[in-house]
């Protein structure tokens, strides 16, 4: 968890100097609410959220001396309140053979990267663990996952450049029963400049799967980049239009500041948090706990 912590410094120091900038020896006024409001806006959490939390605080404690200190855990305390619900591990179900999981999002956002620390949990955890190296678009992909297949000792099902996509998904889910997988971890293209393409490209993927197991996908993992900022709020509406996202992995919160973004997306669209990103390392997936992050958030 400290990687977490230290890798929120940048944005913790942003929202925890401010609070402190603004509440010593002050009396909670409209003044200093206004001036609170507009730091939590730029730490990305999020215009409602701002108004929201800062609404409560002022119900509370308007006209009254507060010190730093009792604005943060405060603050802390209503935001872990905002996450609680959307902090949900991500549970394979033991009796889907395998549970299937897609992986979607833009190129960049950690997909691939994603797909390998999973691989690792989850065989750290004993279990049979199948790549689909799904982004055929990109050979740079498809190296990169066989890459992760090595390191965890999973096999890839991967086809040369430029091959169907869901041609590769119902080969990957055929091979998977046939070795009773426990998972399938697909990956996708994320060539979101051509969203009619890429919709298209999807559900084709998931229309194949289906002919094999109409229960899957079990999981459309949407990956999200959180150094993005306000981007990933614009990013899971359009991934929405083109497939039912089930939950999110939020990466790269080492050393972003804007970490307050996950605030943003839980009350925009309590999509589950299923895990977050703090590094490009195997063992850089986290789970996402509310309180402990709240925490970190605020400094
Ligand atoms: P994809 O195009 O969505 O598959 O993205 P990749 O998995 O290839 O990741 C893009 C880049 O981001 C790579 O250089 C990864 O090493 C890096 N990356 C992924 N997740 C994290 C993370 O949590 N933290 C950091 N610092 N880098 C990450």
Redesign the pocket.
Known sequence: FSRLTSGLKRSSSKLGDGITGIFTKRKLDDDALEQLEELLIQGDLGVATAAKVTAELARTRFDKEVSPEEVRSALAEQIAGILEPVARPLVPDPTHKPHVVLVV?V????????IGKLATLYRKDGKRVILAAGDTFRAA?VE?LQIWGQRTGCPVVARQTGADAAGLAFDALKQAREEAADLLLI?TA?RLHNKTDLMAELQKVIRVLRKIDESAPHEVLL?LDATTGQNALQQVATFKELVEVSGLVV?????SARGGVLVALAEKFALPVHAV????SAE?LRPFEARAFARALLG
Do not use: C, M, W
């Not at 190129?107 to 994603?114: E, L, R």
């Not at 990466?251 to 050393?255: A, H, I, M, S, V």
């Not at 990103?277 to 490009?280: A, P, T, W």
């Open positions: 999002g190129n960049g956002s950690g997909k691939t990267t994603t992909a990169q990956d994320g990956v990466t790269k919160l080492d050393g990103g703090v590094g490009e850089d």
